[in-house]
């Protein structure tokens, strides 16, 4: 009976051994970073993801960049913060418990405090919750307080006085109290409090937490841990770490406690039996006394110390092994994984083994190995095709062993062969100390010796198969690699890179290239094949070539390598290329890719030998000081979008405040925007991608830069937008914005552009009606010439036309004139005697000066009918011309067609149009009347497109046109219709009639 008590004593210590063989990678926040102080208390995020963490020496809040501290001098009412929540009834608001301070509130920046009672420690507020139905619950040093509307009161149901650890609502809505040694459950629905009796030892809750399956795990102060269900405990565990004072869920399976010594990890799954890991200094802690632990949205893992800071576990991917003694720059086997993936490490104290356990958690162990006469330190390690582990010591030969493998333990090596220097292998002291060993797919040993040459052994038989030196120009192999064809492909220190073909068991030299035919350098360092047939080839200081189909290229860190000593190359089954450089570890996409990434976790150290563990889609990697293996194809829980927002504004030089809707002057175009997007994972800094709508439409970046400028915007509605994408390439939900106007100066203001408009319409108007004043005063001008015209001038050269008339008619001359004597006229007393002469010249001239008249009168009238605004239509113009014609007709009775056509009445025509048309129709009906002889006359106006075309015919006698005694008439004629744009045609001959066809360009008033 005592065995199996003993084996199962043995089982769970080892399960529940402190896991100290990983070193996890935590960043740390101390005051150096800007926290107030080193002692943290408590930690909170908001709802709009800003970090709050509650300090000895105030209250702190992070946005992943900066910390921002209040203290006393902010408004707190005590420089110590033990508790923070924010409020569901107002967002934004944070609630602070301090110590001694009672509740404090912050809102926009300023805070308010409210005491919850007259004793001291009733103000030291160590809990606090906004139940359902918002009221406050403050556990505090003294018991517990409810606030509703600032106003404190004593929660007496529960009968105990005393500090009060915890005060949570669960799904359920029950209130879960932890004070002194009681735990209580309080009904919001039935008013009604119970003290909670399990049965057990005395003892006091610290911690609860409810998981997402609605289970209860109860941390307490002697370290035990309880799972309740059901209103019942269905399980607990003693954990022998200290007291339980927080925990966490990891949505991972796990739970994390945070102890007096150290962090506890324990899976639910299988608990109480399962493992249990305890992480401390060891492990990387900066501090083992812990007080509070956080998972924020994000599913980083966040924990305070007492003396050690903020403490951040973002990448639970990564592990670090620190080892002593460790020489990665050997043939890249300073470590080889086997097919279970299990690890095994060549170090200065031996030959570590490292696996990942069933639970999830990294061990290592130390084999105590039979050297089988060899001495000196492990250097190297490879595995045969026959699972055969061989293990080189520096400075005395290489060993073989047999290994039994162990999936969950490590495995068993039995020395089963040895090849000492000086015997199975060259040995010329003080050269000839094994680099570096690799076995290729033929089983065959290739063992570099320094100074010396590469050896060949057949691993079948032991036997040296080949010796190479003067073959690799008498330089040191650095690098050995078989490709897809069976060559050997060496690397030199100098002497640059050389090919060997297999023939009878043993190589000959093929190739040599050097950096002649294109290779980046002649040193050397690290070779690989890709299943792809490229040949990657690592250089000291150059760089990376690529060798492929007799061409090579060549990559350095202009193409985007991390540096140019390269080290060791391994590629992955996804197809990605891992590079160890000088200056850390780096990786290429999959599948053929050129384009590199970098983690940050995996820089700063020189790495000299990097490899793949089969089956766990993970990568490891040597350096002098730490073996580290990272995960790549581990998941993360999907992380929470990150927020971001705009955190300033900064107009032509001055600060501006951050509100939508904000308007500027025209000249004030040169904006600044600043902002933060909320993102604590680390790998790289968060990046942004932003855009200016109103100027351009397309998003700019991603650049980790935080703040943007544009210049000389001109006026407009402008809209800029910004985005943030975490380490793990999400992105925000939804973009911040602000919107904003530059007003364009005045003289491009709606209100100037009206008032330049009402303005010219005013001017625009004004000379519009001293226009139509100036048509009315010309209108009114013409009407008064053509009447005095008329009244004046007119009747005046009709009175000389009577006169003339009446004196010849008086002074009887006209009928003496008749005979050849002299006259006599008695007068009175008086008796003229004329001369028949005399009397026949004053006869003559007396009939030309009424003759004058009664032209003048005629043409006088014609000019006052021009003139005159009543006759400004075609209509008018048709009146005119018709008595004309018919008088003039009629008088030596000549018949008469008179046509106008239709258009003509309805048209408004120009005084100068009027009174030329009407002066070439009567020219020509006068001519045809008193020359033609022809019985009849025709007349016909009409309108035709433009133009007004007058047409005048007779059927008389005709002439000859060229003719030069026909007067100034036909001149005048044609004068006029050209004064008028247009021209006069004139058709006559002999006896064939006369027709006169005048045209001019229609013109209105």
Excluded at 407 to 430: C, F, H, I, M, T
Excluded at 569 to 579: N, P, Q
Excluded at 653 to 681: H, P, T
Excluded at 857 to 865: K, L, P, R
């Amino acid at each position: 009976m005592r065995k199996p008590a003993f084996t199962t004593l043995l089982f769970l210590l080892f399960l529940s051994r402190p896991a100290h063989l990983q070193v996890l990678p935590f960043d740390n926040y101390t005051i150096k970073e800007g926290l107030p102080s080193n002692w943290i208390t408590t930690i909170f995020q908001d709802s709009r993801g800003y970090l709050w963490i509650g300090a000895d020496g105030g209250l702190s809040v992070y946005d992943g960049i900066s910390f921002r501290t209040y203290g006393k001098d902010d408004g707190l009412p005590v420089g110590h913060v033990w508790s923070i929540r924010e409020s569901c009834k107002s967002p934004g608001t944070l609630l602070i418990g301090t110590h001694g301070g009672g509740l404090s509130r912050i809102a926009d920046g300023k805070i308010t405090s409210l005491a919850l009672d007259k004793n001291y420690a009733a103000n030291v507020v160590t809990a606090i919750l906004e139940d359902h139905e918002g009221v406050l619950w403050c556990g505090a040093a003294w018991g517990i307080y409810q606030v509703r509307h600032d106003s404190a009161s004593y929660f007496s149901a529960v009968k105990d006085s005393g500090a009060v650890s915890f005060i949570v609502q669960t799904s359920d809505s029950l209130i879960w109290i932890s004070i002194k040694q009681s735990l209580y459950r309080y009904s919001p629905h039935t008013r009604q409090t119970e003290r909670l009796e399990f049965d057990l030892p005395p003892t006091t809750f610290l911690c609860v937490l409810e998981d997402d399956e609605g289970i209860l795990w109860l941390g307490t102060k002697d370290g035990t841990l309880y799972r309740l269900q059901h209103n019942r405990i269905t399980a607990k565990r003693q954990l022998p770490f200290g007291d339980l004072r927080a925990v966490l869920d990891d949505k991972e399976g796990y739970l994390w406690f945070v102890t007096s010594q150290g962090i506890v990890k324990v899976a639910k799954q299988s608990f109480p039996e399962g493992e249990v890991a305890n992480y401390t200094t060891a492990n990387g802690l900066p501090d083992n006394d812990l007080f509070f632990c956080l998972i924020d949205r994000e599913n980083n893992l966040w924990f305070a110390s007492r003396n050690g800071g903020l403490f951040k576990l973002s990448e639970r991917n990564f592990y670090s092994f620190p080892f002593k003694g460790l020489n990665p720059d050997l043939l890249n086997r300073s470590a080889i994984a086997d097919e279970r993936g299990h690890l095994f490490v060549a170090s200065g104290e031996g030959l570590w083994e490292v696996w990942k356990d069933r639970h999830g958690s990294w061990q290592k162990f130390l084999h105590q190995l039979d050297r089988g006469g060899l001495s000196s330190d492990v250097h190297s390690v490879d595995i045969a095709g026959d699972e055969r582990l061989w293990v080189a010591y520096r400075e005395s030969g290489v060993a073989a062993y047999a290994l039994t493998a162990e999936q969950e333990k490590p495995a068993s090596l039995s020395l089963v062969g040895v090849l000492k220097s000086g015997r199975d292998l060259p040995d010329d002291p003080p050269k000839g100390a094994i680099l570096g060993i690799l076995i290729d797919r033929d089983d065959q040993l290739w063992c570099s010796l320094w100074s010396v040459g590469l050896v060949q052994v057949d691993l079948k038989t032991r036997k040296q198969r080949g010796f190479y030196i003067e073959e690799l120009g008498e330089s040191t192999p650095q690098a050995v690699c078989q490709d897809l064809d069976g060559n050997i492909w060496v690397g030199t220190f100098r002497s640059g890179l050389f090919a060997f073909k297999p023939q009878a068991g043993k190589y000959s030299q093929t190739r040599h290239f050097t950096p002649q035919d294109g290779l980046a350098s002649d040193q050397v360092r690290s070779l690989v094949q890709r299943r792809n047939g490229e040949l990657w080839i690592g250089s000291r200081f150059d760089g990376i070539s690529i060798y492929k189909d007799g061409k090579f290229e060549k990559i350095t860190t202009r193409d985007g390598l991390l540096n140019n000593a390269v080290w060791a190359l391994a590629e992955d089954d996804d197809g990605r290329m891992w590079i160890a450089t000088s200056v850390g570890l780096q990786y290429t996409a999959p599948e053929n890719s050129r384009r590199f990434f970098t983690h940050r976790r995996l820089t700063g150290r020189h790495v000299g030998a990097v490899g793949v563990i089969p089956g766990r889609q993970a990568v490891w990697s040597v350096s002098p000081e730490e073996l580290t293996i990272y995960e790549y194809g581990h998941k993360n829980l999907e992380s929470a979008p990150p927020p971001v927002y705009i955190t300033g504004l900064r107009v032509n030089g001055k600060e501006r405040g951050v509100a939508g809707g904000m308007k500027f002057s025209y000249d004030e175009n040169l904006c600044a925007f600043f902002f933060n997007g909320l993102s604590f994972k680390g790998g790289q800094p968060v990046q942004y991608k932003y855009r200016l709508l109103g100027l351009d439409d397309n998003w700019q970046g991603p650049t980790d830069q935080r703040a943007v400028t544009f210049a000389s915007l001109r006026p407009g509605a402008y809209t800029f937008e910004v985005t943030a994408i975490n380490a793990e390439s999400v992105e925000s939900v939804a973009p911040a914005s602000l919107a904003f106007t530059i007003q364009p100066p005045f003289w491009q203001r709606w209100w100037f552009i009206a008032f330049c408009v009402l303005i010219l319409g005013s001017i625009l108007y004004a000379i519009h009606i001293v226009r139509l004043d100036r048509l009315l005063e010309i209108e009114k001008i013409r009407s008064r010439i053509a009447t005095d015209l008329h009244d004046d001038i007119g009747a005046g050269l009709t009175h000389i036309g009577l006169l003339s008339q009446v004196t010849l008619q008086k002074s009887g001359i006209r009928q003496r004139l008749e005979s050849d004597d002299g006259l006599s006229e008695p007068h009175g007393e008086v008796t003229w005697q004329i001369s028949s002469n005399a009397a026949r010249e004053l006869g003559n001239s007396m009939e030309r000066v009424g003759n004058i008249a009664r032209e003048l009168s005629q043409a006088m009238s014609d000019v006052v009918w021009s003139i005159n605004p009543q006759h400004d239509s075609g209509e008018a113009l048709q009146r005119r011309l018709s008595v004309f014609a018919h008088e003039i007709c009629r008088a030596k009775n000549i018949a008469l067609h008179f046509e106008v056509s239709e258009q003509m009445a309805g048209i408004k025509l120009h005084p100068e149009l009027r009174r030329n048309l009407l002066l070439i129709a009567k020219e020509a009906l006068h001519n045809a009347v008193k020359y033609s002889g022809s019985p009849s006359v025709s007349v016909k106006i009409e309108l035709k497109g433009r133009n007004i075309i007058a047409a005048i015919a007779d059927c008389g006698k005709g002439f000859e046109i060229n003719s030069p005694s026909h007067g100034n008439g036909l001149n005048n004629m044609r004068s006029r219709a050209e004064k008028l744009g247009g021209a006069c045609e004139i058709v006559s001959a002999p006896g064939q009639g006369t027709r006169v066809t005048a045209r001019a360009p229609y013109k209105n008033k």
